[in-house]
């Protein structure tokens, strides 16, 4: 399965954007997604993640409560809403695929990243 992330951008404190990861090759429906994130000299770390009905969602503690993910699989694409975002906030962000729920382990496919920044 190929992901394609978007929906980055320049955004101020408080603000918000939605990013979305689009699936191609195979449909996502029976996949687990998760959302990742990795700032200039951080490690990679997980954001969030969704199980392939959407019944199940993880967040990291630093965005309980400001990040929303969810999915359409009709559309095979996966979203995550940020909401009243911080300049700490700023990074790379990646969706990446895995087929069984366990949204710390190891996926196995990976989408380009798509640039967050937020201005304090």
């Known amino acids: 399965v190929q992901l394609q992330a978007s929906g980055g951008g320049l955004v101020q404190a408080g603000g918000s954007l939605r990013l979305s990861c689009v699936a191609s090759?195979?449909?996502?429906?029976?996949?687990?997604v998760g959302w990742f994130r990795q700032a200039p000299g951080k490690e990679r770390e997980i954001v969030s993640g969704i199980s392939w009905s959407g019944g199940r969602t993880y967040y990291a503690d630093f965005v309980k409560g400001r990040f929303t993910i969810s999915r359409d699989n009709a559309e095979n694409t996966v979203f995550l809403q940020m909401n009243s975002l911080k300049p700490e906030d700023t990074a790379v962000y990646y969706c990446?695929?895995?087929?069984?729920?366990?949204?710390?382990?190891?996926?196995?496919?990976w989408g380009q990243g798509t640039q967050v920044t937020v201005s304090s």
């Open positions: 990446a695929a895995r087929q069984s729920w366990d949204p710390l382990k190891e996926y196995n496919y």
């Open positions: 090759g195979r449909t996502v429906s029976r996949y687990a």
